[in-house]
T-cell receptor
Framework: NAGVTQTPKFRILKIGQSMTLQCAQD?????MYWYRQDPGMGLKLIYY???????DKGEVPNGYNVSRSTTEDFPLRLELAAPSQTSVYFC????????????????FGNGTRLTVT | QQQVKQSPQSLIVQKGGISIINCAYE??????FPWYQQFPGKGPALLIA?????SEKKEGRFTISFNKSAKQFSLHIMDSQPGDSATYFC??????????FGTGTSLTVIP
């Protein structure tokens, strides 16, 4: 199993451009999440999904959109990139609960480093 | 507003020493407290977790101590090794199923 795969690894965008961060998991996990990680700020939840066709906002959803058409894929869309969206983005998944319990931990991808200039 | 406060921001420990990282929270709706370990260029990985009905959980060299009345929990790494050098995040999950992460502690273990 590849686990959680994120692409691209790095990207530089100009202000106002749009892009999609890709996330795929091959563990048949129901639950998927997008986090952003900023220096000294920890991880902030952007959006999450409890299954195909169902998504919900997290702590910092403004400026982002998501979709979940299949169990495997959970892309994150930035429509009008702003410098405040410069960050490292992590996708994660878990099997049977948002709680990411010890028996069903959150599995993270290796991140996408995005710079908006 | 930071829901989970973590300290210290960075920590340097000699090999064989004890590393201690502390976290505090305010929201009593939190009911699950995991710790994550992150190496450079990688995503966080679950290290150990605890629920508030126990005061301590130990797995190998890693121990979580939990003080419900003080709303504090801490990670202890015994016999710290250079391979433990990483960033550690505490987290808390509320009954609304949202995780809140601490700001991270960069641990360096000197050989």
């Amino acid at each position: 199993n590849a686990g959680v795969t994120q692409t691209p690894k790095f990207r530089i965008l100009k202000i106002g451009q749009s892009m999609t961060l890709q996330c795929a998991q091959d563990m048949n996990h129901n639950y998927m999440y997008w986090y952003r990680q900023d220096p000294g700020m920890g991880l902030k939840l952007i959006y999450y999904s409890v299954g195909a066709g169902i998504t919900d906002k997290g702590e910092v959803p403004n400026g982002y959109n998501v979709s979940r058409s299949t169990t495997e894929d959970f892309p994150l869309r930035l429509e009008l990139a702003a410098p405040s969206q410069t960050s490292v983005y992590f996708c994660a998944s878990s099997y049977d609960s948002l709680r990411g319990s010890y028996n069903s931990p959150l599995h993270f991808g290796n991140g996408t480093r995005l710079t908006v200039t | 507003q930071q829901q989970v406060k973590q300290s210290p921001q960075s920590l340097i420990v000699q090999k064989g020493g004890i590393s201690i990282i502390n976290c505090a929270y305010e929201n009593t709706a939190f009911d699950y407290f995991p710790w994550y370990q992150q190496f450079p260029g990688k995503g966080p990985a679950l290290l150990i977790a605890i629920r508030p009905d126990v005061s301590e959980k130990k797995e190998g060299r890693f121990t979580i101590s939990f003080n419900k009345s003080a709303k504090q929990f801490s990670l202890h790494i015994m016999d710290s090794q250079p391979g433990d050098s990483a960033t550690y995040f505490c987290a808390a999950l509320n009954t609304g199923n949202q995780f809140y992460f601490g700001t991270g502690t960069s641990l360096t273990v000197i050989p």
